[in-house]
């Protein structure tokens, strides 16, 4: 069963650009620090065409972890230009490890784990969303 984002949560279009290819989504904004902090813990599942966004107000090195976290995700590291920087795929459900953008970014893409490779997402590929 897929679980709906909690009431409130804004949902805006996203669009991956790989080469000739368009895939589109519609993902949950993570605008605040709590929603930030929370993502997509205790979710039990993300539908193929959604995701959580995390944007930043300036472009930071940042990073994240898997705690509480039960499904694994694919995490998107978008520059200020609206490429990608770096995809870490199936990150560790529950895992403490950080994963790290490791330059600085304007937001991060969560999707389920797998979704990037199945849809040949690379780096550098362009992500474009509603803001």
């Keep these: 069963a897929v679980q709906l984002p909690p009431p409130g ?3 805006i279009p996203l669009t991956i650009r790989p080469d000739d290819r368009v895939h589109r989504y519609t993902v949950e904004v993570a605008k605040t620090p709590e929603e930030q902090a929370r993502g997509l813990m ?3 599942s993300v539908a ?3 995701g959580m966004l995390f944007p930043y107000e300036v472009e930071q090195p940042t990073s994240f972890w898997m705690k509480n976290t039960l499904i694994p995700l694919d995490m ?3 520059r200020a ?3 990608i920087a770096r995809i870490v795929a199936n990150t560790v459900p529950l895992s403490l490890e950080p994963v790290s953008s490791l330059e ?3 937001a991060v ?3 389920a784990g797998g979704r990037a490779a199945g849809l ?3 780096a550098g590929d362009r992500v474009t969303w509603g803001r």
């Design 48 to 50: 193929p065409d959604r």
């Design 81 to 83: 230009d609206g490429t």
């Design 109 to 111: 893409l969560e999707l």
């Design 42 to 44: 205790h979710r039990q």
């Design 120 to 122: 040949r997402i690379e």
């Design 76 to 78: 998107i590291f978008i």
């Design 104 to 106: 600085p970014v304007i």
């Design 9 to 11: 949560h804004e949902m």
